[in-house]
């Protein structure tokens, strides 16, 4: 069993900044694959970031070049550093953990998830 909880989310102007923070309790989290997904009203869940216990990382195109995931596996968080941000970027983000085998790319490849942050991005 993994408990996630999100942190960082809140209301930026376009071209803004956020960091968002997961923090991990209950297992050995360094032997889970980290995703960031995010959801807009009416939109479907989608992988926003991933990165493998081993620290290699996939990115939705729509964010190459804006968003950083990273994770320390000391403190048992994993981050996702939004730059650049755009309207469109506004959606409810969650932090998800996977078990299994490789990097996921569904939702349901993920065994453990946040409730979530919400990120506005507005002027």
């Known amino acids: 069993q993994v408990q996630l909880v999100e942190s960082g989310g809140g209301l930026v102007q376009p071209g803004g900044s956020l960091r968002l923070s997961c923090a991990a309790a209950?297992?050995?989290?360094?032997?889970?694959?980290m995703g960031w997904y995010r959801q807009a009203p009416g939109k479907q869940r989608e992988l926003v970031a991933a990165?493998?216990?081993?620290?290699?990382?996939h990115y939705v195109d729509s964010v190459k070049g804006r968003f950083t995931i990273s994770r320390d596996n000391a403190k048992n968080m994993v981050d996702l550093q939004m730059n650049s941000l755009k309207p469109e970027d506004t959606a409810v983000y969650h932090c998800?953990?996977?078990?299994?085998?490789?990097?996921?790319?569904?939702?349901?490849?993920?065994?453990?998830w946040g409730q979530g942050t919400q990120v506005t991005v507005s002027s």
């Open positions: 998800a953990a996977r078990s299994g085998y490789g990097l996921g790319y569904t939702a349901a490849d993920y065994d453990y």
């Open positions: 209950g297992s050995i989290f360094s032997v889970y694959h």
């Open positions: 990165i493998t216990s081993g620290g290699n990382t």
